[in-house]
């Protein structure tokens, strides 16, 4: 069945790849500064090429969201940042209720900033925490303590963010139950509007996988996340992601684009995007991964460009929409593959049969103990 491209939300992602510090556990394609200083202007001009190659595969399609993530955005300027939504405001159509995200460290602010980056249209923060435990940010190779997260949350406050963000993290070097929970009140005490709260994992190629510190074992990990769900939940933020908690209507729209299968673009250093194409082919993008490498571009900044096959879209939407509490719609899938829902009966019968899921009204819904293994929903879908 056809795509109607109009039907697909659109976001931007913008990837700024420097940081103080690298983190121990930190996979993402992020570089600590040397003693060079930042080349802000020369990134911003490569970045402002990358999105004129970009736009041309959306035309006018309105942006619905953008996300500065990295590294630590929050290393660039308020007039940098201006820079670059002017640009894309100039390019692309923005709807008039766009959410922008900027990730933020608490070790790399300060209130005259937050207030720039207010004034160039930024009006969401992101602020990294993932702990206010002076011991456990040693041993995460944060560069802020206790006293800089608590003032990050303050100061984005001052500067007019009603709309912010904490990441936390839980499951730490011989964490107990009581400390991840003592980092979680902290966090509900600051009033974020979303708090994102996730599992520390040993990803390959960080520190922490080649020398992995003592961590809690499942069964803590497990009484961990379901009394933190708890204390969540009386302090009203409502789970909508498998890490994800969020008051009121202030889900991360960007996010949920995602998960839901929505198109981005992504530019800057190592970035990716998926994007719907007219003639109904749906291409994923992958950006000059170095920022040396990307700098010295001249020409497109692509380092990938494929095509998803028919083949590999069931899992792929999969993938992403169980991620989300809310029932998976089917209808979704459809529109979003231009694919027949019949194609995941297979699937469906299979995560059926071990209680994971149920279905019914053309959605899918996860079932307690499917909760818990969304792995294992996830490989029913292998082609």
Not at 62 to 74: A, E, V
Not at 108 to 132: C, K, P, W
Not at 151 to 179: C, H, S, V, W, Y
Request: with cysteine.
């Amino acid at each position: 069945m056809p795509i109607n491209t109009a039907t697909i939300p659109l976001s931007l992602y913008i990837h700024l790849p420097w940081c103080v510090r690298k983190c121990p556990y930190c996979d993402f394609n992020s570089h600590a500064l040397q003693q060079s200083e930042l080349p802000e202007k020369a990134y911003i001009d490569a970045l402002l090429k990358d999105l004129e190659f970009d736009s041309k595969l959306v035309g006018r399609r309105p942006i619905t969201s953008i996300f500065f993530g990295g590294g630590t955005p929050s290393l660039f300027s308020g007039a940098a940042i201006k820079r670059i939504l002017v640009a894309v405001r100039e390019q692309l159509n923005c709807t008039d209720d766009i959410e922008i995200t900027l990730e933020a460290n608490p070790g790399t602010v300060e209130h005259d900033r937050f207030e720039m980056y207010r004034e160039a249209g930024v009006n969401r923060l992101s602020i990294g925490v993932q702990s206010f435990n002076a011991e456990q940010l040693k041993k995460l190779g944060r560069i802020h303590n206790t006293d800089e997260a608590i003032r990050a949350a303050n100061t984005a406050k001052k500067a007019g963010f009603d709309n912010f963000n904490l990441d936390l993290m839980f499951g730490l070097p011989q964490q107990t139950i009581e400390e991840a929970l003592t980092d979680l009140q902290q966090a509900c005490q600051l009033q974020p509007t979303h708090i994102s709260w996730y599992q520390l994992t040993l990803e390959p190629n960080t520190v922490f996988y080649a020398k992995p510190p003592r961590l809690p074992d499942d069964e803590i990990l497990w009484q961990m996340q379901v009394a933190g769900q708890q204390l969540l939940t009386e302090n009203k933020y409502e789970q909508y992601e498998i890490s994800a908690y969020a008051q009121l209507d202030k889900q991360c729209r960007h996010n949920v684009n995602y998960w839901q299968f929505g198109d981005y673009l992504g530019i800057g250093a190592g970035a990716h995007g998926k994007i719907t194409l007219a003639d109904g082919s749906i291409i994923r993008t992958a950006k000059t991964r170095q920022p040396k490498d990307y700098l010295a571009r001249t020409d497109s900044f692509l380092s990938e460009k494929k095509v998803v096959s028919l083949t590999e879209l069931p899992f792929e939407f999969m993938l992403n929409a169980l991620r989300l509490k809310q029932p998976v719609s089917l209808t979704m899938f459809e529109q979003r593959t231009g694919l027949s829902s019949n194609l995941l009966q297979i699937g469906l019968n299979k995560a059926s049969q071990k209680g994971l899921i149920q279905c019914e009204d053309k959605r899918i819904i996860i079932t307690d103990i499917g909760s818990r293994f969304i792995d294992d929903i996830i490989q029913c879908f292998l082609a």
